[in-house]
């Protein structure tokens, strides 16, 4: 199993969301997220804003599905021409997972 955190821009993550869950990939957590990238925070007349609002998406999934749920994340949160601040996909291995009401372990 594969943890994938997808951190996008909050006015692409619905249609991200859409996309995943058209594909079948239901389970998602979403997260209100702050933080800066690269580009150090963004400047905006005579004011520096250090941190700026994301979202933060959680799919945990089978390994076979990481390809296809990063293409979808990819093509859907990218903006016109891509931009910094687009967000950033990071892939973690799931050794295990527990269902909390059953107990029972896996997806």
């Known amino acids: 199993m594969i943890m994938i955190r997808a951190v996008v821009r909050p006015e692409k993550s619905g ?3 859409s996309e995943l ?3 079948g990939y239901i389970g998602v957590t ?3 997220v702050y933080g800066r990238g690269r580009q150090k925070g963004i400047t905006v007349g005579e004011v520096h804003y250090d941190e700026i609002q994301k979202d933060l ?3 945990v999934a089978e390994d076979k599905d990481k390809d296809d749920i ?3 994340i990819m093509k859907t ?3 016109g021409n891509g931009n910094f601040g ?3 996909i990071f892939v973690v291995a799931v050794d295990e997972a527990y269902t909390i009401s059953t107990g029972k372990p896996g997806l």
């Open 70 to 72: 990063i293409r979808i």
């Open 57 to 59: 998406l959680i799919i």
């Open 21 to 23: 869950h058209d594909a």
């Open 86 to 88: 687009d967000g950033r």
């Open 15 to 17: 249609f991200v969301l």
């Open 77 to 79: 949160a990218k903006t």
């Open 30 to 32: 979403k997260e209100e």
